[in-house]
Protein backbone atom coordinates (compact mmCIF):
# COMPACT_ATOMS: atom_id res chain seq x y z
CA UNK A 1 0.00 0.00 0.00
CA UNK A 2 2.89 2.33 0.76
CA UNK A 3 4.45 1.52 -2.64
CA UNK A 4 1.17 2.47 -4.27
CA UNK A 5 1.05 5.47 -2.69
CA UNK A 6 4.27 6.65 -3.49
CA UNK A 7 3.96 6.57 -6.55
CA UNK A 8 1.57 9.73 -7.85
CA UNK A 9 4.36 11.39 -5.31
CA UNK A 10 6.92 10.28 -7.32
CA UNK A 11 5.20 11.35 -10.63
CA UNK A 12 3.70 14.19 -9.41
CA UNK A 13 7.79 15.34 -8.36
CA UNK A 14 9.16 13.95 -12.01
CA UNK A 15 6.21 16.61 -13.62
CA UNK A 16 7.33 19.60 -11.37
CA UNK A 17 10.54 19.08 -12.31
CA UNK A 18 10.43 18.23 -15.97
CA UNK A 19 8.80 21.78 -16.70
CA UNK A 20 11.89 23.53 -15.67
CA UNK A 21 13.92 20.88 -17.33
CA UNK A 22 12.19 21.50 -21.05
CA UNK A 23 12.17 25.40 -20.48
CA UNK A 24 16.29 24.83 -20.30
CA UNK A 25 16.44 22.46 -23.07
CA UNK A 26 14.56 24.38 -25.67
CA UNK A 27 16.58 25.97 -28.45
CA UNK A 28 14.65 29.52 -28.40
CA UNK A 29 14.60 31.32 -24.90
CA UNK A 30 13.49 34.99 -24.22
CA UNK A 31 15.98 37.52 -24.68
CA UNK A 32 18.07 35.74 -27.49
CA UNK A 33 19.54 37.41 -30.30
CA UNK A 34 19.94 35.55 -33.70
CA UNK A 35 21.96 36.87 -36.42
CA UNK A 36 21.52 34.50 -39.52
CA UNK A 37 23.24 35.19 -43.01
CA UNK A 38 23.49 33.04 -46.03
CA UNK A 39 22.59 32.31 -49.99
CA UNK A 40 18.85 31.49 -51.18
CA UNK A 41 17.07 30.79 -54.39
CA UNK A 42 14.18 32.25 -56.16
CA UNK A 43 11.48 30.61 -58.77
CA UNK A 44 8.54 33.22 -59.69
CA UNK A 45 6.24 33.80 -62.27
CA UNK A 46 6.11 37.66 -63.06
CA UNK A 47 3.41 40.08 -64.89
CA UNK A 48 4.08 42.42 -66.75
CA UNK A 49 2.53 45.82 -67.35
CA UNK A 50 3.09 48.90 -69.35
CA UNK A 51 1.30 52.13 -69.54
CA UNK A 52 2.75 53.60 -72.92
CA UNK A 53 2.54 56.64 -75.47
CA UNK A 54 2.69 55.76 -79.17
CA UNK A 55 3.82 59.02 -81.50
CA UNK A 56 3.26 58.54 -85.06
CA UNK A 57 6.24 60.54 -86.34
CA UNK A 58 8.95 61.45 -89.70
CA UNK A 59 9.96 64.24 -92.43
CA UNK A 60 6.93 64.20 -94.22
CA UNK A 61 3.97 62.43 -91.74
CA UNK A 62 2.50 63.59 -88.09
CA UNK A 63 -0.37 62.02 -86.04
CA UNK A 64 -1.75 62.66 -82.80
CA UNK A 65 -0.72 61.15 -79.42
CA UNK A 66 -2.50 58.30 -78.27
CA UNK A 67 -1.83 56.75 -75.07
CA UNK A 68 -3.00 52.98 -74.46
CA UNK A 69 -2.07 50.58 -71.35
CA UNK A 70 -1.53 46.86 -72.53
CA UNK A 71 -0.94 44.27 -69.93
CA UNK A 72 -0.25 40.36 -69.88
CA UNK A 73 3.18 39.81 -70.31
CA UNK A 74 4.20 37.00 -68.59
CA UNK A 75 7.52 35.49 -67.63
CA UNK A 76 9.02 32.73 -65.20
CA UNK A 77 12.17 34.03 -63.58
CA UNK A 78 14.77 32.92 -60.90
CA UNK A 79 17.05 34.89 -58.72
CA UNK A 80 19.89 34.39 -56.29
CA UNK A 81 19.34 36.40 -52.73
CA UNK A 82 21.60 37.26 -50.40
CA UNK A 83 19.71 37.57 -47.28
CA UNK A 84 20.59 39.02 -44.04
CA UNK A 85 18.66 38.40 -40.36
CA UNK A 86 18.34 39.59 -36.98
CA UNK A 87 15.83 38.64 -34.46
CA UNK A 88 15.47 39.07 -30.76
CA UNK A 89 13.04 36.98 -28.90
CA UNK A 90 10.80 38.17 -26.95
CA UNK A 91 9.30 35.67 -25.20
CA UNK A 92 10.06 31.48 -25.19
CA UNK A 93 7.59 31.18 -28.44
CA UNK A 94 7.54 35.02 -30.57
CA UNK A 95 10.39 36.69 -32.05
CA UNK A 96 10.70 39.73 -33.81
CA UNK A 97 13.40 41.20 -36.04
CA UNK A 98 14.21 42.70 -39.58
CA UNK A 99 15.78 41.31 -43.00
CA UNK A 100 18.29 42.64 -45.13
CA UNK A 101 18.77 41.28 -48.61
CA UNK A 102 20.00 41.68 -52.14
CA UNK A 103 18.17 40.16 -54.55
CA UNK A 104 19.40 39.49 -58.21
CA UNK A 105 17.03 38.59 -60.51
CA UNK A 106 18.10 35.96 -63.79
CA UNK A 107 16.26 37.26 -66.87
CA UNK A 108 16.85 36.32 -70.51
CA UNK A 109 18.31 39.09 -72.48
CA UNK A 110 15.53 38.57 -74.95
CA UNK A 111 12.99 39.07 -72.59
CA UNK A 112 11.23 42.11 -70.78
CA UNK A 113 12.47 44.49 -73.62
CA UNK A 114 16.36 43.40 -73.89
CA UNK A 115 17.13 43.07 -70.12
CA UNK A 116 20.49 42.96 -69.27
CA UNK A 117 19.68 43.07 -65.21
CA UNK A 118 16.98 43.54 -62.75
CA UNK A 119 18.59 43.82 -58.64
CA UNK A 120 16.68 44.40 -55.76
CA UNK A 121 17.52 45.68 -51.80
CA UNK A 122 14.87 44.64 -49.58
CA UNK A 123 14.22 45.98 -45.93
CA UNK A 124 11.56 43.65 -43.98
CA UNK A 125 10.34 43.38 -40.02
CA UNK A 126 10.05 40.03 -39.00
CA UNK A 127 7.33 38.29 -36.44
CA UNK A 128 7.99 34.61 -35.92
CA UNK A 129 6.38 32.13 -34.19
CA UNK A 130 9.09 29.50 -32.41
CA UNK A 131 7.40 25.65 -31.84
CA UNK A 132 10.53 24.78 -29.05
CA UNK A 133 9.88 21.00 -29.93
CA UNK A 134 13.91 20.27 -28.96
CA UNK A 135 16.90 20.89 -27.78
CA UNK A 136 18.78 21.34 -31.08
CA UNK A 137 15.83 21.70 -34.25
CA UNK A 138 14.39 25.04 -33.71
CA UNK A 139 11.08 25.09 -36.00
CA UNK A 140 9.59 27.88 -36.52
CA UNK A 141 7.10 29.82 -39.09
CA UNK A 142 8.14 33.30 -40.51
CA UNK A 143 6.14 36.26 -41.43
CA UNK A 144 7.90 39.16 -43.68
CA UNK A 145 6.55 42.50 -44.30
CA UNK A 146 8.64 44.69 -46.35
CA UNK A 147 9.83 47.31 -48.81
CA UNK A 148 11.63 46.34 -51.61
CA UNK A 149 13.49 48.90 -54.20
CA UNK A 150 14.44 47.95 -57.43
CA UNK A 151 16.52 48.51 -60.22
CA UNK A 152 16.52 47.48 -63.59
CA UNK A 153 18.86 47.96 -66.22
CA UNK A 154 18.61 47.43 -70.56
CA UNK A 155 21.41 46.25 -73.03
CA UNK A 156 22.52 49.23 -74.80
CA UNK A 157 20.12 50.56 -78.07
CA UNK A 158 17.51 48.22 -76.65
CA UNK A 159 14.00 48.07 -77.66
CA UNK A 160 13.30 51.72 -77.96
CA UNK A 161 16.45 53.14 -76.95
CA UNK A 162 15.12 52.22 -73.29
CA UNK A 163 17.89 52.28 -70.69
CA UNK A 164 16.01 51.69 -67.12
CA UNK A 165 13.59 51.58 -64.87
CA UNK A 166 13.79 52.24 -60.91
CA UNK A 167 11.31 52.45 -58.32
CA UNK A 168 9.93 50.53 -55.00
CA UNK A 169 7.49 48.68 -54.03
CA UNK A 170 5.91 46.10 -51.11
CA UNK A 171 6.72 42.76 -50.48
CA UNK A 172 5.29 39.94 -48.51
CA UNK A 173 6.84 36.53 -47.30
CA UNK A 174 5.43 33.89 -45.28
CA UNK A 175 7.71 30.86 -44.32
CA UNK A 176 9.29 27.66 -42.45
CA UNK A 177 12.12 27.71 -41.21
CA UNK A 178 14.48 25.28 -39.20
CA UNK A 179 17.70 26.11 -37.25
CA UNK A 180 19.81 23.16 -36.41
CA UNK A 181 22.21 23.98 -33.89
CA UNK A 182 25.27 21.38 -33.65
CA UNK A 183 26.69 23.85 -30.86
CA UNK A 184 24.83 25.84 -27.92
CA UNK A 185 25.45 28.71 -30.16
CA UNK A 186 25.79 28.19 -33.77
CA UNK A 187 23.60 26.15 -35.92
CA UNK A 188 22.52 25.50 -39.50
CA UNK A 189 19.33 27.49 -41.20
CA UNK A 190 16.93 26.29 -43.76
CA UNK A 191 14.25 28.01 -45.25
CA UNK A 192 11.66 27.79 -47.30
CA UNK A 193 8.85 30.75 -48.18
CA UNK A 194 6.40 32.28 -50.28
CA UNK A 195 6.98 35.62 -51.82
CA UNK A 196 5.19 38.32 -53.68
CA UNK A 197 6.44 41.64 -54.42
CA UNK A 198 4.58 44.43 -56.09
CA UNK A 199 6.45 47.22 -58.11
CA UNK A 200 3.98 50.13 -58.68
CA UNK A 201 5.05 52.37 -61.68
CA UNK A 202 8.40 51.80 -62.01
CA UNK A 203 9.66 55.27 -64.15
CA UNK A 204 11.89 54.45 -67.14
CA UNK A 205 15.47 56.41 -68.01
CA UNK A 206 16.38 56.88 -72.01
CA UNK A 207 19.01 57.14 -73.98
CA UNK A 208 19.41 58.47 -77.64
CA UNK A 209 20.36 55.94 -79.99
CA UNK A 210 23.04 58.23 -82.29
CA UNK A 211 22.20 55.53 -85.74
CA UNK A 212 18.63 56.54 -84.99
CA UNK A 213 19.49 60.29 -84.95
CA UNK A 214 21.81 60.51 -88.28
CA UNK A 215 19.67 57.76 -90.50
CA UNK A 216 16.16 59.36 -89.62
CA UNK A 217 12.72 57.62 -91.47
CA UNK A 218 10.32 58.94 -93.04
CA UNK A 219 7.62 57.55 -91.76
CA UNK A 220 8.06 56.41 -87.76
CA UNK A 221 5.66 55.17 -85.03
CA UNK A 222 7.62 55.83 -81.41
CA UNK A 223 7.23 54.51 -78.89
CA UNK A 224 7.47 55.77 -74.95
CA UNK A 225 6.69 54.01 -71.86
CA UNK A 226 5.32 55.85 -69.57
CA UNK A 227 5.51 53.36 -66.21
CA UNK A 228 5.94 49.89 -65.65
CA UNK A 229 4.00 47.91 -62.75
CA UNK A 230 5.94 44.34 -61.95
CA UNK A 231 3.92 41.67 -59.86
CA UNK A 232 6.09 38.88 -58.55
CA UNK A 233 4.92 35.82 -56.79
CA UNK A 234 6.73 32.73 -56.31
CA UNK A 235 8.97 30.56 -53.65
CA UNK A 236 12.26 31.25 -51.73
CA UNK A 237 14.59 28.71 -50.46
CA UNK A 238 17.92 28.25 -49.20
CA UNK A 239 20.32 27.77 -46.51
CA UNK A 240 22.38 29.29 -44.22
CA UNK A 241 24.34 29.97 -40.59
CA UNK A 242 22.92 31.50 -37.48
CA UNK A 243 24.46 32.38 -34.70
CA UNK A 244 22.88 32.83 -31.09
CA UNK A 245 23.83 35.42 -28.31
Known amino acids: MKTIKLVPSLLTVFLLSAVPMLSQNQPFHKGNWIVEAGIGFGNYSTNLQTQTTFINSGQFNAGPLSAISSGG ?3 PMGSIIIPLKIEYAISDRFGVGLKFGQNN ?4 KDDFYNTSSIRSRDFGVRINFHFNTNEENDVFIELILGSSNIKWFYNDYSYNNLSSLKGRGDYLSL ?8 TDHIGLLLYFSITRYYYQKLTPTYTPNPQAQTNPSFTNQQTTIDYINFDVIGI ?7 VKF
Open 236 to 242: NFGTGIA
Open 73 to 75: ATE
Open 105 to 108: FLVN
Open 175 to 182: GFNDRFYF
